[in-house]
Structures are given as C-alpha cells and as structure tokens.
C-alpha cells in the first residue's frame, strides 16, 4: 500500500472545531528544500506547546533533516522533541526529486498533493512561506485557514505581491512591513499583527553582547559576501568569482561567502517575477582552499546567524541577511552590477546602509573607504533596523503564540480552551 493511501486512511474527514469537537488543532508546517525558513516559525510553536493549553499543536516536516534541526532549535528553547510527523513522497517521487528538485520546486508541491490528507482535521496551518495555500486553493482544502509568518524582513517586491495577502493572519516583524502590506492593500481586518521577529529569540536579546565566533586563525576584518539567489538581482552570476578573486589576492581581509542557500540548490536559477534564468556555476578549488576565505554554500551554519555574527562588513545586493547583520551597527558595501535605479525604491532601501558600487573594479579600495566612514552610516542603520523590527521585552516567540490564539479565539469561539493532549509534540527537558 503506498505511504500516501496510508495517510488517507489514517487521517478521519476534517470535523470544525465550532461543533464542539474540542479544541482548535494548529500545525506547523517545514516544507522547504533548505533550512533557512525553519527558525521564523518553530520559535512560536515552541511557545504554543510549552504553555500545555489552547489549541493542540501539531509539527510537520519533510526531510529527515529538516527534523534534526527543529530538534536542535527545540533545544535552544529549553524543549525536547518528541513525536514530529514526518510528510514523505510515494516511492516513485523520491527517485525523481534527486534529477527534479535542482530544476524546479517539485518536492515541495507534490509534498502537499500527497499528504494532503494529513492536513484535513487541522483547523490552522502555520507556514513561513507561501507555496503551502496551494494546499487551499488547488488542492481542496477550503476550510484551513492559514497563518504566514514570513521569513526575513528584507525590501523584495516578492514580500509584498498578491499572494502575501492570501493568508488570514500575517505575522509581522516590524513597521516597515505593515506598511508595505498595508499600502498594497493586503491586510485583512483582524488579519495581522506585529510581533518582532522570532528567530532573534533563538540569539542573545538585542542590543546584549554575543560571542562573536572565531572562524579564521589570523587577526584580519572578515568581509562576508551573501549574493542573493534571484537572477536578477544577485551580483554572483556577472562579478561574483571576481570579488573571489580580489579577496584570495588580498593581504588584508578575510572573506566569507556564504550566499543565500538556494543559489547553489539548483544548477539553473529562474527568476519567476522577471523571467529571468542563469547558471550559479561551479566555485575553483583554489578559492574554496584558500587559508583566509571561507565558502558555505548552504549549511546550517548559513542560516543560524553564525556569518553574520562573525563578521566585520557586510558585502552584497538584495539578500534580507543584511537586517540580521544590521541588529549590530557595522560597515556595508552593496553591489549595483545589474545597473539598477535604486534611490527612492523602497525595494532598496537597505541600500542606504552603506556605499553602492556599480562595479567591482577597486573593490579593496571601496571596502577600506566603508571602513573608515562607518560612522556616516550608522545613525541610518539604526533606523532601518528599527523600522524593521519591532523587538520589546517581551519575546517576539510569545508575541507570536499570543497572536495565533487570540485569531484561534476569534475564528473558533465554540472550541475548548484546553488542548494540549494527543497533538503535543513535544515536552520539557
């Protein structure tokens, strides 16, 4: 019997929790090639399941490593795991995802066509990105009701298109999104709130040092280089073994690239917005060798804050890595390779943090210069980083948790309070 007709037995007819069924069941959802959504939701479903009341939480993931590191985060949070629903593939769509996944998002759609019956009794499904209202808008499942998290709080238009409004409640990280959303006319009524941004609850507090980490065996300023995956925005495709190239001549600084962790998960990126393709290519051994460059293409360590924490300056184009790096003042250097008109394009405006260069030509030059006038940048990036995150003493986590049951509240009044039984996934350590 194949895993997705298992699931369809297993898994009784959804049933509204307004008829008194008990109370409103919440899944988190993890269903992404990559890790870097996972630390913008967990955080919340954390704090759901620690308080053993409301509405009963379940957690669902795709990959067995996706699993391990919702178990590394639950142990940031005091937790330990225990029963997390893994979602898997018929046997005859594993064997494909290794020839289809680099080339399109084919596991993360048909992971939902699959098991979407795993989905049916849940009242509330909790998601960091957007491919996930599949599940409702083609795949059957008209009664789930949605929460988007988002991840990242970066300056794309893709943040703020029409699919950002589709979701019944919008959890925000700041200002500057609701404003965004807000001015786009996709905010419902009852349907957002601002809770700081959860993946900070996983760090020290804002504003408190943090050990930096150490990842050379020299006293240089480290520069991490974060290009961005798109096409059409990303400066890797045109000039990024150039900045290799300047770094692995220069004496002076160390270099970390660490990109976003899709640009080298498929071996043809495809801007979607603009129709735009190109090839990430292949990075020479002689830079991934190189004694003071470190290369990451996409390990857990590119998406847990441990570059941006380590390093000095800040190098890239239109990555929102550039606000995490940003909760501490320091120098940045955008590249404008693809020639864009960026002043007054509130896509951009993280480009206001630090000097943007058209070229790569004095590189070493420029990153020296953004060095010595730091100072001119850092009342501007305090206020981006402000207009960004809405952080308070009270944790962006709880925020959360707090916003996702008072909409479980308002959108099922008849449920029962108490719910912490046979969907608790995890328990205290």
Not at 290 to 318: F, K, N, V, W
Not at 324 to 341: D, I, K, S
Not at 349 to 372: C, K, P, S, T
Request: hydrophobic residues 40%.
């Amino acid at each position: 019997m194949s895993a997705v007709l298992e699931q369809e037995l297993r898994v009784p007819m959804a049933v509204s929790a307004a008829k008194g069924r008990g109370p409103v069941r919440c899944g988190f959802l993890f269903n992404h090639d990559q890790l870097h959504q996972l630390a913008h939701s967990a955080p919340i479903a954390f704090e759901m399941l620690r308080r053993q009341d409301g509405p009963e939480v379940r957690l669902f993931v795709t990959s067995q490593a996706q699993q391990e590191a919702l178990q590394r985060v639950a142990e940031k949070c005091g937790l330990q795991t225990g029963d997390i629903v893994r979602l898997r593939l018929p046997l005859l769509l594993r064997l494909l995802q290794p020839l289809l996944d680099p080339l399109m998002p084919f596991s993360r759609v048909l992971m939902l066509l699959c098991n979407r019956a795993a989905f049916r009794d849940l009242d509330v499904l909790v998601v960091p990105e957007k491919t996930s209202l599949l599940l409702r808008s083609r795949f059957g499942l008209k009664h789930l009701k949605f929460v988007h998290t988002r991840h990242g709080a970066g300056d794309r238009e893709v943040g703020f298109d029409k699919a950002s409004g589709e979701f019944d409640l919008v959890l925000m990280s700041g200002q500057k999104i609701r404003d965004r959303l807000t001015g786009a006319g996709l905010l419902k009524d009852g349907g957002h709130a601002v809770i700081g941004y959860p993946k900070f609850d996983l760090h020290a507090a804002a504003g408190e040092s943090v050990t930096r980490p150490k990842l050379f065996d020299n006293d240089r300023p480290t520069v991490l280089y974060n290009p961005h995956c798109s096409p059409c925005l990303s400066s890797w495709y045109g000039d990024g073994l150039a900045v290799l190239e300047a770094f692995y001549r220069s004496d002076r600084y160390n270099l970390i690239v660490a990109p976003h962790v899709m640009l080298f998960a498929k071996r043809l990126q495809l801007s979607l917005d603009r129709w735009r393709f190109d090839a990430p290519g292949e990075i020479p051994a002689r830079y991934r060798d190189c004694p003071h460059m470190l290369i990451d293409t996409g390990s857990t360590r590119s998406c847990d804050m441990t570059y941006t924490e380590a390093a000095d300056l800040y190098l890239g184009d239109a990555s929102s890595q550039v606000y995490e790096f940003l909760h501490r003042p320091r120098p940045c250097v955008f590249l404008n390779t693809q020639g864009v008109a960026w002043q007054d394009d509130d896509n951009f405006r993280h480009w206001n943090a630090g000097a943007v260069l058209d070229d790569v030509e004095h590189l070493e030059d420029a990153i020296d210069e953004a060095f010595a006038s730091h100072s001119c940048y850092i009342d501007t990036q305090r206020a981006l980083f402000d207009y960004s995150f809405d952080l308070r003493e009270t944790p962006s986590s709880v925020r959360g948790a707090d916003a996702i049951r008072a909409f479980c509240a308002r959108q099922f009044p008849a449920a029962a309070v108490s719910g912490q039984t046979a969907g608790s996934r995890l328990s205290h350590s």
